[in-house]
């Protein structure tokens, strides 16, 4: 019986679109059912969420030369490069969401060269994924073409933060094995809510999305 139902999720897994197979596997803590990813780690955790929230919300949303929608091409590059599921799909939601297209962030996934943004970007977020990889892996090369297609010091700083934070998050939900979606919408949500809101939390908690989880 465990070998038909290990063979079975072999064949599940080999199918290439990401929402055929929803792994039921439980998270390592108990977290809440309706609260998949990150966010119920935030719930789980408010006293630590609270300033990792503040962080995010300054890089990701405050005043920066950088576009909301670039910024978060970076957290989608980063996750992407780190295997996170969940923080892939939600930050390239948002991406889509803020640029009001998806061909970019599919784009920079596969290709960062041949992606559609400028030079100043395509160097910044090879930045990111040499971030991802190891801080040591940031080539001074890779800073030279930076500042040379426009990005100033305070870019390239931002750049590297967000790139460690987003490995922050990527092994914070997966260290913990928390639950994906049930529904692939629920993305689409979840984008919103970070475009309208932000990182801050909600006033009124996440109770009232039992409703739509």
């Known amino acids: 019986m465990l070998l038909a139902i290990a063979a079975l999720a072999i064949r599940c897994m080999q199918i290439p679109h990401p929402f055929i197979l929803i792994l039921t596997f439980m998270p390592h803590i108990e977290l809440e059912d309706h609260l998949p990813g990150i966010t119920g780690l935030l719930e789980y955790s ?35 490069g780190n295997e996170c599921t969940f923080c892939t799909t939600a930050h390239t939601a948002a991406a889509d969401l803020l640029a009001g297209e998806s061909q970019t962030a599919a784009s920079v996934k596969q290709n960062i060269e041949t992606a559609p943004v400028s030079e100043k970007m395509k160097a ?90």
């Open 46 to 80: 408010k006293g630590t969420a609270q300033p990792i929230r503040e962080l995010t919300q300054f890089l990701l949303r405050g005043p920066s030369t950088l576009s909301e929608a670039e910024r978060e091409l970076i957290a989608t590059v980063v996750s992407y």
């Open 124 to 213: 910044l977020l090879t930045i990111a994924s040499q971030t991802r990889q190891s801080g040591k892996s940031v080539t001074p090369d890779a800073v030279k073409r930076a500042k040379a297609a426009g990005a100033t010091d305070v870019e390239i700083h931002d750049t590297v933060l967000i790139a460690a934070l987003f490995c922050l998050y990527n092994r914070y939900v997966d260290g913990l094995g928390t639950a994906l979606p049930s529904e692939p919408g629920y993305y689409d949500v979840l984008a919103g809510r970070l475009v309208d809101h932000g990182y801050t939390r909600l006033p009124q908690g996440y109770d009232h999305l039992k409703k739509v989880v």
